[in-house]
């Protein structure tokens, strides 16, 4: 029998180590399994599947996980990213959770960063989606 993390075609005695993307947790079978979503296999011959940490995401198959977006997040086990609510974004790729908008800056629900706010507006909270008009005088 094939040992875990490779497999054997029909009745052939050759055994052969699953590929990149791919893995095999039992021994003596014919095929191996995609790696599942939220998980990557990123070496030849593997028994089981890594997961994704918080900050990123994988497809089925892969060999790797991707980071999130800015104002994107994700937990661990990630199949895709979620965008960060609106007054709120992630500062960097990769992140684990959004963090609210400082004072000055606005975000409406999406993906992106925090944005300035434009001459003649502001804000004078954390977390805010839009500025709002600034008294002339």
């Given at each position: 029998?094939c ?5 054997s075609?029909?009745a052939s005695?050759n055994?052969?180590?699953?590929p990149l993307?791919?893995f095999?947790?039992?021994?003596g079978k014919?095929?191996c399994?995609l790696a599942?979503?939220?998980?990557h296999v ?8 890594s ?7 994988s497809?089925m198959?892969a ?7 800015i104002?994107e997040y ?7 990213c979620?965008?960060?609510g609106?007054g709120e974004s992630?500062?960097?790729?990769g ?9 000055g ?12 706010c434009?001459?003649a507006t502001y804000t004078d909270e954390?977390?805010q989606?839009?500025?709002k008009?600034?008294?002339?005088g």
């Amino acid at each position: 029998d094939c040992a875990a993390g490779t497999y054997s075609q029909m009745a052939s005695h050759n055994c052969t180590a699953c590929p990149l993307g791919e893995f095999q947790e039992d021994p003596g079978k014919s095929t191996c399994e995609l790696a599942h979503a939220g998980y990557h296999v990123d070496e030849e011959g593997a028994a089981a599947q890594s997961p994704c940490d918080a900050g990123t995401f994988s497809t089925m198959g892969a060999t790797a996980c991707e980071d999130c977006g800015i104002g994107e997040y994700s937990s661990k086990n990630a199949s895709s990213c979620t965008e960060c609510g609106a007054g709120e974004s992630s500062s960097a790729t990769g992140a684990s959770a959004c963090e609210p908008c400082e004072a000055g800056t606005y975000k409406p629900a999406g993906k992106g960063p925090c944005i300035d706010c434009p001459a003649a507006t502001y804000t004078d909270e954390k977390g805010q989606s839009a500025c709002k008009l600034a008294e002339p005088g």
